[in-house]
């Protein structure tokens, strides 16, 4: 079945960069673009961007712009997500999802979800 | 900034439905989604493209969109529909969450 399973939980000091892997399982891997969202505690979702592993081509945030790097392997079957200049602010789980687009016209969903990669931002 | 508004919690008893709301600047123009999110997992899609259920997503779960709000109907509630329920739509390629809605089934 389709799955993404993504790398264990972090723990990064104020400054630091963190790297998150999610590996694809199930489905042909470069067909769909993979988003990335994060999850602070208590609060809703909040997009960063996708990369497609097609071709490498990504779009972030304008609020991660700079911070934020997406990468994909595609021998791997795997996207990552590089988040520098961590703050406390940026603890989080942080979620990769699968674009599925639906038939004729509309728009993508996220379809599945990763399990979650826990990162904690702490002095 | 694009934003989807949703009530912080709504409650409903057992068999009863349920009724969540997502409002935003001419969402009858774009497709919402909804995903379903229990404590300690991951969202799992319940609605995509304002109607349509997934697979697997059970008959008592329906959406509807009329004018600028978003509807996700629970027909029947189950006790395991308790969740977090989220709206997510497209606004210039840019991908928006409204601020989730907790349903207790009391």
């Given at each position: ?11 990064k ?6 790297k ?11 067909r ?50 590089e988040?520098?200049s ?5 603890t ?14 509309g ?9 979650g ?7 | 900034?694009?934003?989807?508004t ?17 409002s ?13 999110q ?5 969202p ?8 349509q259920r ?19 109907t ?8 308790e ?23 009391l």
């Amino acid at each position: 079945q389709v799955q993404l399973v993504q790398s264990g939980p972090e723990m990064k000091k104020p400054g630091a960069s963190v790297k998150i892997s999610c590996k694809a399982s199930g489905y042909t891997f470069v067909r769909y673009t993979l988003h990335w969202m994060r999850q602070a505690p208590g609060q809703s979702h909040e997009w960063m961007g996708w990369i497609n592993p097609g071709d490498g081509n990504t779009k972030y945030s304008r609020k991660f712009w700079g911070r934020v790097t997406l990468t994909r392997d595609t021998s791997a079957n795997s996207v990552y997500l590089e988040l520098g200049s961590l703050r406390p602010e940026d603890t989080a789980v942080y979620y990769c999802a699968r674009a599925q687009v639906p038939v004729g016209i509309g728009s993508p969903y996220f379809d599945p979800w990763g399990q979650g990669t826990l990162v904690t931002v702490s002095s | 900034s694009y934003d989807l508004t949703q009530p912080p919690s709504v409650s409903v008893s057992p068999g009863q439905t349920g009724i969540i709301t997502c409002s935003g600047d001419k969402l009858e123009d774009k497709h919402v989604c909804w995903y379903q999110q229990k404590p300690g997992q991951s969202p799992v899609v319940v609605i995509y493209q304002n109607t349509q259920r997934p697979s697997g997503i059970p008959e008592r779960f329906s959406g509807s969109t009329s004018g600028n709000t978003a509807t996700l109907t629970i027909r029947g509630t189950q006790a395991l529909d308790e969740a977090d329920y989220y709206c997510q739509a497209w606004d210039s390629s840019i991908v928006v969450f409204g601020g989730g809605t907790k349903l207790t089934v009391l």
